[in-house]
Nanobody
C-alpha cells in the first residue's frame, strides 16, 4: 500500500507564489517517478511536471519558467514551487508516484489564484 499526502495549497493573488509538498509512504519502489497534475474547475486533469528518481525533470509548456519540481529522496517527498501564479493555475493539484507500471494518487490540494 502506498500513501501520498499533499500540503501547501491555498489562496494567493495573481503574481504570487506557493509551494506544494507531497510525502509518500508505504511500499515504495526505490526507482520511481513523482509528479504533479492539475485539474482546473470543470476540466480534465493535466500533467504539470515530473521528476524521476535519477533527477530528470519534465514540465508542461504552460508552467515552464514559472514552476519548479524537486524531490528529497531521503524523505520520499516531492515539491512544486509555483511562482508568477496566474488565475488559470486555479484548481486541484494532485501528487503522483509511478513505479512498476502503476500510478498512485494523493487526495489533492486546492490552489486558488485571484485576479
Amino acid at each position: 500500500q502506498v500513501q501520498l499526502v499533499e500540503s501547501g495549497g491555498g489562496l494567493v493573488q495573481a503574481g504570487g507564489s506557493l509551494r506544494l509538498a507531497c510525502a509518500a509512504s508505504g511500499a515504495l519502489f526505490r526507482i520511481n517517478t513523482m509528479g504533479w497534475y492539475h485539474q482546473p474547475p470543470g476540466k480534465e486533469r493535466e500533467l504539470v511536471a515530473t521528476v524521476a528518481s535519477g533527477g530528470n525533470t519534465a514540465y508542461a509548456d504552460s508552467v515552464k519558467g514559472r514552476f519548479t519540481i524537486s524531490r528529497d529522496g531521503a524523505k520520499n517527498t516531492v515539491y512544486l514551487q509555483m511562482n508568477s501564479l496566474k488565475p488559470e493555475d486555479t484548481g486541484i493539484y494532485y501528487c503522483t508516484v509511478t513505479f512498476l507500471s502503476r500510478t498512485y494518487w494523493g487526495q489533492g490540494t486546492q490552489v486558488t489564484v485571484s485576479s
